[in-house]
T-cell receptor, first 114, second 113 residues
């Protein structure tokens, strides 16, 4: 079965640079979530989208932005990168409605800021 | 907002023993409680979940119990195997609500052969 696809899997950037992470949800899933996981930490919710509209916002820095496109894929844009942005970034998707709102996570994108 | 606490942070058991991980939540509106297993370098994988209208759910060696009154839920793994070694996260959210899902801090389980 198709899973949540994230790209790139690994990304190395310099401070103050910009990075873009992409997420392709499970087919027919209409909701996408972004999480940030620091070393030894639990995943922290950043932002979510439902039907291309932002549905909820967590601890996402102002330097970050995200959107969901008409094909339901999502992109997380990170600007003015800081060392502390180094983390695993997970995307998850779910299907709203009568389902259980079960979140399925992708394998993650590891961002390293030097 | 929801606050999920998870204990213990690390747990080491002998192969074949049982392991129990406990979580508490603060938002009485939460009605969906999944457990995720995260192996090194991978994303969290759902292993079992429970909704607030059920007190217990079992799937082979894994079971979850929920006490709505006390706002706590637990993961029970019986007959542990070395491949059960991973970090386990509990979480809580309100179904049909677009609020985010809050995770516990995680439990690193080590099963010694």
């Amino acid at each position: 079965a198709a899973g949540v696809i994230q790209s790139p899997r690994h990304l190395i950037k310099e401070k103050r640079e910009t990075a873009t992470l992409k997420c392709y949800p499970i087919p027919r899933h209409d909701t996408v979530y972004w999480y940030q996981q620091g070393p030894g930490q639990d995943p922290q919710f950043l932002i979510s989208f439902y039907e291309k509209m932002q549905s909820d916002k967590g601890s996402i820095p102002d330097r970050f932005s995200a959107q969901q496109f008409s094909d339901y894929h999502s992109e997380l844009n990170m600007s003015s990168l800081e060392l502390g942005d180094s983390a695993l970034y997970f995307c998850a998707s779910s299907l709203q409605g009568a389902g259980a709102n079960v979140l399925t996570f992708g394998a993650g994108s590891r961002l390293t800021v030097l | 907002g929801e606050n999920v606490e998870q204990h213990p942070s690390t747990l080491s058991v002998q192969e074949g023993d049982s392991a129990v991980i406990k979580c508490t939540y603060s938002d009485s509106a939460s009605n969906y409680f999944p457990w995720y297993k995260q192996e090194l370098g991978k994303g969290p994988q759902l292993i079992i979940d429970i909704r607030s209208n059920v007190g217990e759910k079992k799937d082979q060696r894994i079971a979850v119990t929920l006490n709505k009154t006390a706002k706590h839920f637990s993961l029970h793994i019986t007959e542990t195997q070395p491949e059960d070694s991973a970090v386990y996260f509990c979480a809580a959210r309100v179904i049909y609500n677009n609020n985010d899902m809050r995770f516990g801090a995680g439990t690193r389980l080590t099963v010694k052969p």
